[in-house]
């Protein structure tokens, strides 16, 4: 059974840093596109971040531009995503996910993902 989970949500000043994590298990994530979405109280569920598997393609959205980025560890079946100086409007629920073919474009629509995580929490604030 294909399980993504992600880990590393916190409580955070603004400004400061957080490392998320996505592992997976019930498979491999060698050959899968890897995409960050998150999802602020009230608002839309928004692309955050992604990371393609064939040529290392890296996307993040112009609001984390420059302060978060993606990076994978195939042999630890993981994908990171590294956030610095964090903002409050940076609050939200966090979620990776995968689709259900190898070798995908970062596609920055949410029904091209197959596999989501449960999200973990992040909360910048003072």
């Known amino acids: 059974q294909v399980h993504l989970v992600e880990s590393g949500g916190g409580l955070v000043q603004p400004g400061g840093s957080l490392r998320l994590s996505c592992t997976a298990s019930?498979?491999?994530?060698?050959?899968?596109?890897i995409h960050w979405f998150r999802q602020a109280p009230g608002k839309e569920r928004e692309g955050v971040s992604c990371?393609?598997?064939?040529?290392?393609?890296?996307y993040s959205a112009d609001s984390v531009k420059g302060r978060f980025t993606i990076s994978r560890d195939d042999a630890k079946n993981t994908v990171y995503l590294q956030m610095n100086s964090l903002k409050p409007e940076d609050t939200a629920v966090y979620y990776c996910a995968a689709p259900i073919f190898k070798h995908t474009v970062c596609s920055r629509t949410e029904l091209d993902y197959d596999y989501w995580g449960q999200g973990t929490q992040v909360t910048v604030s003072s």
């Open positions: 990371i393609s598997s064939s040529d290392g393609y890296t």
């Open positions: 019930g498979f491999t994530l060698d050959g899968y596109t």
